[in-house]
């Protein structure tokens, strides 16, 4: 289950998890010296069940005045709403889901995700990975999501209102199952939306990204992507003066790149920690499963070298981990990109990026 910063920052799970409720009547009966007990009837309620709940009392005109951002700072003009925090993201989904958008989606977002460019990498992740988690859930047996999710479950069902611990954690996976098959149908509605085949697309909408089913990546992959794109265009500015004398200095730009910008990454990428190291692998993301290698082709050397060097990593290292091989290529002595790349790739499971 995602717990991502935005979440945490606004106290998002804290309100409503139902250990915090449990706790909160304690504290509240030791202070008061009478029982109390703090109660919540729509806990096995989804955001889509409570728009339909809403609508079945005619309480539909009341959805576009209430506030579900956490990031409310964000908001532009007279919209109420970000657009892009987990919290909005799970909001406009569920409207979709239960076919009150246009009672939700009336001008109160200063962003439309699904139509607009998404310029924040982190509004990105937190879109990918919210998709992503829906889906499996929407595709989870009653078991596999026992398994997944045990940690989680062991903190919650000794507090909901349940019949036992079997009864409780059934309970949880009817939810979290109904949500995830809930956000799939919004899918399909938003793309029945959107998705008009007489005009382009924008570039790095949400519905491009569902589009290209930008969610079923791995996270190692997304990351290596990631990594290669800003590496492409620091690595040709550190060495616009003077090229390196060997492949060291490469690796100490690619170090000094994740350096720099892992803070960004953990931002992006909220499993990514790196172990920045010299040793093989050249760099590695610990939690991420990603490898890096970095191989640099001076002019005159001989591409079967490189090749020979690469094919060594891809043996050397466990199937399981994803290798990004950041080759700096100044005088073109790779001609044909793709044909490399297409050789490599091809062999497991790996990002060739070619850096001029």
Request: hydrophobic share 35%; with cysteine.
């Amino acid at each position: 289950m995602l717990r991502r910063q935005d979440l945490i920052n606004a106290r998002a799970s804290r309100t409503t998890h139902p250990k915090t409720h449990a706790l909160m009547s304690d504290f509240l009966t030791e202070v008061h010296e009478k029982p109390v007990k703090i109660l919540n009837p729509f806990w096995q309620y989804t955001k889509k069940d409570v728009f339909q709940l809403l609508d079945r009392v005619q309480g539909r005109d009341l959805i576009s005045s209430t506030v579900s951002c956490s990031k409310t700072f964000q908001r532009s003009g007279p919209a109420t709403h970000c657009g892009c925090c987990f919290q909005c993201i799970d909001r406009q989904f569920a409207a979709y889901a239960s076919g009150l958008q246009n009672f939700d989606n009336c001008g109160i977002y200063s962003t439309n995700i699904f139509t607009d460019s998404i310029d924040s990498p982190e509004t990105k992740t937190t879109a990918l990975d919210y998709i992503r988690q829906a889906i499996s859930f929407a595709q989870s047996t009653d078991d596999g999501f026992y398994y997944n999710h045990l940690n989680e479950l062991a903190d919650i069902v000794d507090y909901i209102d349940a019949d036992g611990e079997q009864d409780a954690g059934e309970k949880l996976w009817q939810l979290c199952n109904r949500h995830g098959k809930q956000v799939v149908e919004a899918i399909k509605e938003i793309r029945l939306k959107f998705d008009d085949p007489c005009y382009k697309v924008q570039s790095d909408s949400l519905l491009q990204l569902i589009a290209d089913r930008e969610y079923m990546k791995e996270d190692s992959r997304r990351l290596a992507e990631r990594i290669a794109e800003r590496l492409s265009q620091n690595i040709p500015i550190a060495f616009q003066r003077h090229r390196p004398s060997n492949e060291n200095e490469v690796n100490d730009q690619v170090q000094a790149f994740l350096q720099a910008d892992n803070g960004i990454l953990q931002r992006e990428f909220p499993s990514t920690t790196f172990a920045l190291s010299k040793v093989i692998p050249d760099h590695e993301s610990i939690k991420c499963g990603l490898l890096i290698e970095a191989k640099y082709v001076k002019k005159g050397t001989a591409l079967s070298k490189i090749s020979d060097g690469i094919a060594a990593d891809i043996t050397k290292y466990s199937s399981n981990k994803f290798i990004l091989f950041v080759v700096y290529d100044p005088d073109r002595g790779i001609t044909q990109d793709d044909l490399f790349r297409k050789d490599i790739e091809s062999k497991r499971d790996c990002l060739v990026s070619i850096i001029r």
